[in-house]
């Protein structure tokens, strides 16, 4: 596999003349002119190596590398520096950057440096790998990540959570409510070689105002009347792992500055106590507020949410993933049929495209809900509209309503009608019947079209696809419950 590299060069000529010089190696070479375009790919995708000159506008290089090192501890990073620089250069490599090239430098010296580097860095990966089997191989990893989607945007957030869990650095978990960003942090910590150590839940918005000092940094014996002995914070129960401050943004005010203080030095003073003690927890903060916004109004201390903010991750609203849907509603009826040992419902089709069509105000954890709501009043008859709660909210939100805008450029009309077969082939797990009624057309049209873009029917295994209108995973297309 050719390594990815990205090269970070200001002046055009010398980036053109480098990666030519990598892309003749062999190499995949991205390259962006500015230290901050770099963060914003970095973000993005996955790279093995970042080629950074020291001379950059705004941003530099070495406060680049400062970055990664921090956000990407993985990635090998290699300084490009004229003279005038080579000495601090040499700093940074004993602080731990890999390698750094003097200009000018010949194509066998960049290629030395490059192979290298990424030796080095595929010897350290394969040895944190190997220690990661064998943590999990103890047992002492818990139930990895059970984070269920398949869609672009929340595919984008578990790469994202996998490349970053590693560092300490502390991550911001932003999203509305129930869109699972306390599964994300989890996901951070289990991911993490702190996966054996502790990892200890707040929620920032339940303790009273009063106590949240003293819960979160411990107090000394005597520190108030009744102390009659010294109790640990939820900072020293975390040590070695984990620490998660859920709805970070209703901490109260006077605690703020607290928090920031113990994010730089990384010590903790009890209440009642005026000696510091070293703790060694990451931190992973949630909210489903607008905190740069608290920010601006002043409820929220600027410092401390770029303190927090190290690594953001934002969780998606479900409306936004809708093809995740069906897959959750799945992943539910699985869950909830076993836990409450009953048999798995089945749906009128008007009740599944109602669920299908339904905005989810209340993401993920609405959707997990009304499974377990179904599941319970499941009878022999199958489930329909009016078992759904009284506030489900009004119909459709999509569809005939008007949903659809056409691009002011216009479309591909083929490549669009091929799309939404196979998404409707998709989300019925390839029951045509089905399919044929979500697209408002009957069998027939569906099966000549489905011929006439020559759609592979539903991927064989997950639930095979079907020869007739009274076939599918599902029974009889009228009651068809199409998670079967
Ligand atoms: N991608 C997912 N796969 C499986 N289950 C999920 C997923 N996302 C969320 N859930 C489930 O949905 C419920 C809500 O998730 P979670 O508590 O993490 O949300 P939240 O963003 O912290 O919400 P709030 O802001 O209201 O606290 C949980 O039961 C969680 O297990
Ligand atoms: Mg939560």
Same mark, same amino acid.
């Given at each position: ?5 990205? =090269? ?119 040895? $944190? &790998? ?10 002492? $990893? ?16 578990? &790469? ?37 150590? +502790? ?63 113990? !994010? ?18 990451? @931190? ?16 929220? $201390? ?5 303190? !927090? ?8 609203? !479900? ?57 319970? =009043?499941?009878?022999?008859? +199958? ?5 759904? +709660? ?20 216009? @479309? ?5 009608? $091929?799309?939404? =077969? ?26 000549? &079209? ?5 759609? &592979? ?11 007739? +209108? ?15």
């Amino acid at each position: 596999m050719n390594a990815r590299l990205l =090269l970070v060069e200001d002046e055009r000529a010398q980036r053109e003349l480098v990666a030519a010089l990598l892309r003749g190696a062999g190499y995949a070479v991205t390259d962006v002119s500015s230290a901050e375009e770099a963060i914003r790919r970095l973000e993005r995708e996955d790279f093995e190596l970042v080629l950074s000159d020291w001379r950059l506008p705004v941003m530099d290089g070495e406060q680049l590398y400062r970055e990664v090192r921090q956000r990407f501890p993985r990635l090998g990073f290699v300084l490009i520096t004229a003279y005038g620089t080579i000495a601090r250069a040499v700093a940074a490599v004993r602080a731990g950057a890999d390698d750094y090239l003097a200009k000018p430098f010949e194509r066998d010296e960049l290629l030395l440096s490059v192979e290298r580097t990424l030796r080095a860095r595929r010897l350290l990966d394969e040895n $944190r &790998r190997l220690e990661a089997a064998l943590v999990e191989a103890r047992g002492e $990893r818990e139930r990895l990540v059970d984070l269920v989607g398949r869609s672009a945007a929340i595919q984008r957030v578990f &790469r994202h959570v996998t490349r970053v869990a590693d560092s300490s650095a502390t991550v911001l978990v932003t999203g509305e409510s129930g869109t699972g960003k306390e599964l994300v942090a989890r996901a951070v910590h289990t991911l993490s070689l702190r996966a054996a150590r +502790p990892f200890v839940a707040v929620n920032c918005a339940a303790i009273p105002e009063g106590l949240a000092e003293s819960e979160l940094f411990g107090s000394e014996r005597g520190a108030y009347s009744g102390a009659d002995r010294r109790r640990p914070g939820r900072f020293e129960a975390a040590e070695g792992g984990t620490l998660f401050l859920d709805e970070v943004g209703e901490l109260p005010a006077a605690v703020q500055p607290k928090l920031l203080r113990v !994010l730089q030095e990384k010590c903790i003073v009890p209440v009642g106590g005026d000696t510091e003690r070293a703790v060694d927890v990451r @931190i992973v903060a949630a909210t489903n507020r607008d905190l740069l916004a608290d920010v601006a109004r002043g409820r929220f $201390r600027e410092d401390l949410y770029y303190r !927090l903010c190290v690594i953001p991750v934002h969780m998606p609203a !479900l409306r936004e993933r809708r093809e995740d849907v069906p897959l959750l509603l799945e992943h539910f009826l699985a869950a909830a049929c076993k836990r409450l040992g009953r048999p798995r419902p089945r749906f009128t089709s008007a009740l599944t495209r109602r669920i299908l069509d339904h905005a989810w105000p209340g993401n993920v954890r609405e959707l997990s809900n009304l499974v377990e709501r179904l599941v319970l =009043l499941a009878t022999d008859a +199958p489930l329909d509209l009016d078992d759904l +709660p009284k506030d489900f909210g009004p119909e459709g939100t999509r569809g005939h309503s008007g949903a659809f805008r056409l691009d002011p450029g216009g @479309i591909d009309w083929e490549a669009h009608e $091929r799309d939404a =077969l196979e998404q409707a082939l998709e989300l019925t797990r390839g029951n045509r019947a089905q399919a044929a009624k979500l697209l408002g057309m009957n069998y027939k049209a569906l099966l000549y &079209r489905i011929e006439k873009h020559g759609v &592979r029917p539903w991927p064989a295994g997950l639930g095979a696809s079907s020869n007739g +209108p009274n076939e599918g995973p599902a029974g009889s297309p009228e009651t068809g419950t199409i998670f079967p």
